[in-house]
């Protein structure tokens, strides 16, 4: 059984202020990875991990764990810090992101880190298997439930659609996806790169219940997963969110895709997090 309370929406809000300031120093620390993609989806796996999710820190692969899958791996510090504040492992293990040697690969690897459900990292991969494991709890006759998180950039991805059209298929009502629309990917914004709009239409074309929410506020995002969970799937939910939420001069830029910020950078941003004034 699960081994945690869950937060309400204020504790959440609390939590992920921390889960920010987290991923900053590991970035920092690593002097590379994805700060950008991590913020923006930072309120919502907080949500996940200590709120929606039925899981226990305690015993990883108990078998009857709800799963949660990063299909955008790429900013996996958001699920590091998660995974470490839920006590999967060591806080200050955070600091040895990208480090040789360490649990906390760039992307998320299974087989080394305890709490990672999936291996992802190559775009548009996580969903597909996300929809493989749903599948399996439901020829299992399990109860959990299958959450999967992509990135907008990652839905230009044809084997995205392909997992959605099977999922729909199989009727898979245990599976809840999550998009995390932040209009930027690495060089530019998804409409300049190749735009996916309208997003809405085309994933109700493929068979799915969709959802929208503001992947900002705490008690629509609980609210909406509360939601989700009790409508006959599969589900997908388009969060409107900001790349970099969080730290002003992160947000809305492209460079923060991929960038670590310097010593005066990390100082100024844990301050705009923390609310101290500079």
């Not at 006590?87 to 992307?107: A, C, D, I, P, S």
């Amino acid at each position: 059984m699960a081994d945690f309370q869950k937060l309400g929406v204020h504790d959440l809000q609390c939590m992920s202020r921390t889960i920010r300031t987290d991923i900053l120093k590991m970035v920092h620390a690593a002097c590379s990875g994805h700060p950008g993609g991590s913020l923006s989806a930072t309120d919502i796996v907080t949500a996940l991990y200590f709120n929606t999710l039925n899981i226990n820190a305690k015993d990883p692969q108990w078998e009857d764990r709800d799963r949660f899958v990063l299909s955008k791996g790429h900013c996996c510090p958001v699920l590091y810090a998660c995974l470490a504040r839920r006590g999967y492992f060591e806080v200050n293990e955070l600091l040895t992101l990208r480090k040789y040697g360490t649990k906390l690969q760039g992307h998320p690897d299974m087989n080394k880190c305890p709490g990672i459900d999936m291996t992802s990292g190559s775009l548009g991969n996580g969903i597909g298997c996300a929809v493989g494991i749903a599948i399996a709890g439901k020829v299992r006759n399990k109860n959990y439930k299958v959450y999967v998180m992509l990135g907008d950039g990652e839905c230009q991805e044809g084997v995205v659609w392909e997992a959605a059209m099977c999922a729909a298929h199989h009727k898979l009502t245990n599976l809840i996806a999550i998009v995390d629309v932040n209009k930027l990917q690495i060089i530019d914004t998804t409409e300049k790169v190749m735009n996916i709009e309208p997003l809405a239409d085309k994933w109700r074309s493929f068979g799915w219940k969709v959802l929208e929410m503001d992947g900002h506020d705490m008690a629509q995002i609980v609210a909406t997963l509360d939601y989700a969970k009790t409508i006959e799937g599969p589900v997908v939910i388009l969060a409107q969110t900001v790349k970099g939420k969080g730290v002003s001069f992160m947000e809305g830029v492209a460079k923060w895709h991929g960038a670590a910020p310097s010593n005066d950078e990390l100082a100024r941003a844990i301050c705009e997090i923390e609310g101290v004034a500079e």
